[in-house]
T-cell receptor, first 109, second 115 residues
Framework: RKEVEQDPGPFNVPEGATVAFNCTYSNSASQSFFWYRQDCRKEPKLLMSVYSSGNEDGRFTAQLNRASQYISLLIRDSKLSDSATYLCVVKGNDYKLSFGAGTTVTVRA | DGGITQSPKYLFRKEGQNVTLSCEQNLNHDAMYWYRQDPGQGLRLIYYSQIVNDFQKGDIAEGYSVSREKKESFPLTVTSAQKNPTAFYLC??????????????FGQGTRLTVV
């Protein structure tokens, strides 16, 4: 079983729509969780950390469910500029950073 | 400005040659990582290092080697034993602290092509 698994999508949504997707992780001892964004042929960049109580950053909301070992990302009021691949990242207690394969989101006009 | 720098951006290698990719950071980060990304794929961990003079194999370490002689530097050597080295290589670094704020920062990557 992969350490981090994501719904690959693609999610093709119109501007203004809400899109949500999940990521599951296998190591129950995982310490930290993040969502990164990667644009085509670029390096990944941090979108947001994911806290136990859930957190929002503008139109983006992240949730963590430790009992079921998944995290989620919700994007409200999608913009064309949100088109990217979203990577789920889990840091274990050995500092190993594991990435999911990514969820592709395309926002159309 | 603080950051993480990878060089070169593009690299061409002949089959059978070893090649070393550079990764330098001035963020005072303890941990450093090397990933490989193939077209349309996610990031796969090659090696990581938590502290100087120590490193661990990731999921796809075969055909690669690393060193961590200085905190700022974590070079990756792609050896001739790596059968499919053509890929996008990404280096990252982070603090070791386990609080949620310890995200990793990435370099701009090196595109290696075997010719």
């Amino acid at each position: 079983r992969k350490e981090v698994e994501q719904d690959p999508g693609p999610f093709n949504v119109p501007e203004g729509a809400t899109v949500a997707f999940n990521c599951t992780y296998s190591n129950s001892a995982s310490q930290s969780f993040f969502w990164y964004r990667q644009d085509c042929r670029k390096e990944p960049k941090l979108l947001m950390s994911v806290y136990s109580s859930g957190n929002e950053d503008g139109r983006f909301t992240a949730q963590l469910n430790r009992a079921s070992q998944y995290i989620s990302l919700l994007i409200r009021d999608s913009k064309l500029s949100d088109s990217a691949t979203y990577l789920c990242v889990v840091k274990g207690n050995d500092y190993k950073l594991s990435f999911g394969a990514g969820t592709t989101v395309t926002v159309r006009a | 400005d603080g950051g993480i720098t990878q060089s070169p951006k593009y690299l061409f290698r002949k089959e059978g040659q070893n090649v070393t990719l550079s990764c330098e950071q001035n963020l005072n980060h303890d941990a450093m990582y090397w990933y490989r990304q193939d077209p349309g794929q996610g990031l796969r961990l090659i090696y990581y290092s938590q502290i100087v003079n120590d490193f661990q194999k990731g999921d796809i370490a075969e055909g690669y080697s690393v060193s961590r002689e200085k905190k700022e530097s974590f070079p990756l050597t792609v050896t001739s034993a790596q059968k499919n080295p053509t890929a996008f290589y990404l280096c990252a670094s982070s603090f070791r602290d386990r609080t949620p704020n310890t995200e990793a920062f990435f370099g701009q990557g090196t595109r290696l092509t075997v010719v």
